[in-house]
């Protein structure tokens, strides 16, 4: 347990933790596993001293350190996710908190966060984004149809849509599991998102009822990545009045929207592939 009591408001340096240059310039050197272990333990004994502790930090910055390998911090970048200062966060913060306290949380953002700007300073120049995806919609199932409601123009239905990124599976990044948004190691954005993010892009348009979502995965086929989605909830339609009731017909109809605009970074080129094909509801489906 960290003796928070060890700490002094009074800032010292007296040369026994890199500065954030020198760490940098160790993150940007070939890392082996022991070299990362040494750098996160230098950001710790820096950290330390900005916090004005009075005795040798290293003891200290070792515990620290063993205590972070049992939350799988094990890395300097992993750190710095750790601390929102870089990437998409792994972890909830409020883990790290059982480890780092007091005084030593704000000193170690501020180091990471100084680590973190040394690199950017000298970063290469980021690649050029994914530019526009092509994503064709392969199938569309309307599986279940629950209730229709003619005052308040709604009906309530369960509907499944594939769709197909043709080539999709020769591209790395989209098929990678993580559905954040990907940032490089110096917290930059690649433009290279996976095919999990695309699918968390996909807005169906709906009552503000909740809609439940009960699909939303990818699969491989060939060369393509075929993109799954299967949604329960209520949709607005205009019904034109029941003039042959109580067995009047009405066209019903659902949209749903792909968020990434066309001026945007990423732009998606949505069109119906031309093996679409359409299962509809059938009458022993109606409840």
């Not at 530019?131 to 199938?139: C, N, S, T, Y």
């Not at 080539?167 to 940032?183: C, E, I, Q, V, Y």
Request: net charge neutral.
């Amino acid at each position: 347990m960290l003796d928070t009591n060890a700490l002094r408001p009074t800032p010292i340096d007296d040369g026994r933790s890199a500065s954030p240059d020198r760490i940098a310039r160790s993150l940007r050197a070939p890392a082996s596993a022991d070299s990362e272990l040494t750098i996160v333990k230098e950001i710790l004994q820096h950290a330390l001293l900005k916090t004005g502790i009075q005795r040798d930090p290293e003891p200290m910055a070792i515990n620290l350190q063993e205590r972070l390998q049992q939350l799988n911090i094990n890395t300097a970048l992993q750190l710095c996710h750790a601390l929102e200062l870089a990437g998409p966060a792994r972890m909830e913060f409020a883990d790290l908190r059982t480890v780092i306290k007091g005084p030593l949380v704000a000193a170690l953002q501020e180091t990471c966060k100084a680590v973190m700007s040394d690199l950017a300073k000298q970063a290469p120049k980021p690649k050029q984004g994914r530019g526009k995806l092509r994503m064709e919609i392969f199938r569309v199932d309307l599986t279940q149809l629950s209730s229709i409601s003619q005052k308040d123009q709604t009906f309530n239905a369960a509907v499944f849509v594939q769709a197909c990124l043709p080539g999709g599976n020769k591209d790395m990044a989209l098929k990678k599991s993580d559905d954040t948004f990907p940032l490089d190691m110096y917290g930059r954005p690649t433009f290279h998102p996976s095919a999990a993010w695309y699918l968390t892009q996909v807005e169906f348009q709906v009552t503000p009822r909740p809609l439940s979502t009960k699909l939303s995965s990818y699969a491989t086929q060939g060369d393509d990545l075929m993109l799954n989605k299967r949604v329960d909830g209520a949709f607005f339609d205009e019904f034109a009045g029941l003039a042959r009731f109580p067995f009047d017909c009405q066209h019903l109809s659902m949209a749903f929207v792909v968020t990434c605009a066309n001026e945007g970074p990423l732009p998606v080129e949505l069109v119906l592939s031309n093996r679409l094909a359409v299962g509809l509801v059938k009458q022993e489906d109606f409840r």
